[in-house]
């Protein structure tokens, strides 16, 4: 991962619930960074959720927080305060005000998060916040993540050289409905701050939202892209600048990156599943039956069990509430047609079949012979490591 | 469980799969027999359950064959086929209509049903057919099941003695829309068609759609209730008519008993779970928000763990999408509060939550504090032995 000029990090041991490893991750910002969010829609979002959302619209960050550990989520009046004082503490050891100061929390829910532990860490954190270690930035943000989820896009913008850096955390409770649980973005690009946010929602909307693991929304979904802006050249103020093109792709490239690390890394997963639809009467009804197959338990243990089991695709696709004629539908796992026409394939061969379950990463593709509209959403098999962590998390 | 005047039963082995079990059950009923039913809303339904509805609007009935081991579904027009030469099979050994003769078929989706293997079976059913038997019968249309379903009411119309037999099947793919994968209802009492699908279709919305196994709605969801009338005392005509409440109410109840069977028994389940919520804005509001509980996989790993983790209650209330106020809410396990206020319940105990999570049914409460709506679901724990069936089911 190479260096994002104006960007310096450090990762440090707060104690919070683990032992022996980070938890928490600062991010120094020099002055002039201007920011983008997406957070998640629950109706029960995270205090530090509240927190970016409320400080948002100014457009400017110097300072990004985030611990492992403790999501501060439904932690009341207690957790509002935990989130000030974070950004109390972060801002008096950078000199900067707390509204500069974007934070994430992930871990337990409903835990009281004690803030005081960041005092001493955080003013450390300032004086040691370097331009490596990406990766050991991206570590202390885990959770049950088994592996630090990085990637990196170099562009031309113009005269400029341009890069995008951008980590994530996530495993479980992902299924992201404005963003992941936690991905941060860090560029030299001189991007206006509310360009940014337009280029980021929709970004978010074909990466992190194309994401399931298990269905269940987390509290605490926050997508941060922050733009320095040192990379030199002109900032980028319109939408109509032909220099965004390369910006926004390599961005949307970069953000499907990180969201299939994400689903590859699904808690208990031992396969990467592509599902991809056509032939749906829209694309958000073909989006919306490709998250119906790749939320099914049914189809995701049959995976896990390396069967073709495509007759549960048919019944995602039935249960989806989205138009679809039984008889015009077929599917295919991997190159192999296993039904059309609303029947069994009569050419297809289950040896064949077998073959292509067996391999660790799955295509599902639906073909709905109705219209144009098509979606590509990533997910992961289910299987009895996934029902393991998850019944042992808290204790 | 007693007889039903007017109805019969025989059951069989046809080798559609299953060796050394019966897989047919044969219903032969009485001239006269009145039928409701309410289906799948899955927009790929089986063949059985497009049969049953092109032939529902006569009212009449004079036969039930259902079949395990084989779903008829997605099997294109031979599936159609299928469906047609069972119903000519059975009318002609019994002497009635095939548009008489209602079908039901669970098992594997996909796979062509042979129908010739029902030629000789139903001709000895219809000669062996008995008032008795209803364990057997409820045994032979079982797939996953670990325990044949039944219930049974008996009440007072009038001056007449009614009594109300009831079977379900059901224990994977277990998110009725309208039915429950199959369950079939037998009375003698004397209900207009008309009326007796409205009690059915207002039934089923407070029993089989209030119950969630794994969020993944069949392809064959059906629920037949049938009238055979030799209760004897006048035939129920009108909604208004006074000895109605008893019989409703008794059906309500009976298919309650019959849809927590189903949620009992859901695949790899070791506890039965209740999901109260009440609070909310309206009732479909709180029921949706209780199904959002009920089909969380983190939610249900935890209760598997018996762990008592509220903060995934607190997700699966916020990604519903329905009004809720973070801050306003509590929750229970049994009947210890954990959560209240938005925060964790300062006078919580784990001790006593753990115990409360240790027994064999687990009853979970939210009050979302904004309204009076309500609702009550039921579901089970999500473990290892749920993704081991269905790893593993077609093969």
Chains 1, 2 share one sequence.
């Not at 492992?68 to 050891?93: C, I, P």
């Not at 694309?283 to 998250?291: G, K, P, Q, V």
């Not at 047609?337 to 067996?358: N, Q």
Request: glycine share 10%.
């Amino acid at each position: 991962m190479p260096a994002i000029a104006g960007v310096r990090l450090a990762t440090a041991e707060a104690g919070i619930r683990y032992r022996g490893r980070t938890d928490v991750l600062y991010v120094a910002l020099d002055e002039g960074t201007e920011i983008a969010g997406v957070f998640t829609r629950s109706r029960c979002p995270s205090a530090a959720v509240d927190w970016c959302r409320a400080n948002l619209a100014s457009g400017r960050a110097r300072i990004l927080v985030c611990n492992s550990g403790n999501a501060n989520a439904f932690t009341g009046l207690k957790g509002r305060d935990a989130a000030r004082l974070t950004a109390e503490v972060a801002a008096s050891a950078a000199g900067c005000r707390p509204e500069e100061v974007f934070l994430a929390s992930t871990g337990v829910i409903g835990e009281p998060l004690d803030a005081r532990k960041f005092e001493g860490v955080l003013a450390d954190c300032a004086g040691r916040a370097a331009p490596h270690g990406w990766l050991e930035a991206a570590r202390a943000i885990m959770t049950t993540d088994t592996f630090p989820k990085v990637a990196t896009r170099s562009i031309r913008i113009g005269e400029t050289s341009v890069t995008i850096n951008g980590m994530a955390k996530g495993a479980g409770m992902i299924a992201p409905d404005m963003a992941t649980m936690l991905s941060f973005v860090f560029t030299d690009a001189a991007i206006a701050a509310p360009l940014l946010q337009d280029l980021l929602a929709e970004g978010a909307a074909t990466s992190f939202n194309c994401t399931t693991v298990d269905g269940d929304t987390s509290t605490s979904d926050t997508l941060l892209l922050f733009a320095t802006g040192q990379a030199g050249g002109a900032r980028i103020e319109s939408r109509d600048d032909p220099r965004l093109a390369a910006f926004r792709d390599a961005l949307d490239d970069l953000l499907k990156d990180l969201a299939q690390q994400v689903a590859r890394d699904g808690e208990g997963a031992r396969k990467f599943v592509t599902v991809e639809v056509g032939g749906a009467e829209s694309d958000a009804s073909a989006h919306r039956i490709a998250m119906s197959i790749a939320n099914s338990p049914l189809v995701k243990t049959a995976i896990a069990g390396e069967d073709a089991n495509w007759g549960r695709v048919v019944m995602a696709v039935g249960k989806a509430g989205e138009p679809a004629d039984r008889d015009r539908l077929s599917i295919w796992f991997g190159g192999i047609r296993v039904a059309t026409d609303g029947a069994r394939d009569p050419d297809y061969d289950e040896e064949e079949a077998s073959a292509v379950m067996k391999k660790d990463g799955v295509t599902v593709r639906v073909d709905l012979g109705l219209g144009d509209g098509r979606a590509t959403v990533w997910t992961c098999d289910l299987t009895k490591a996934y029902v393991e962590i998850n019944g042992d998390y808290r204790s």
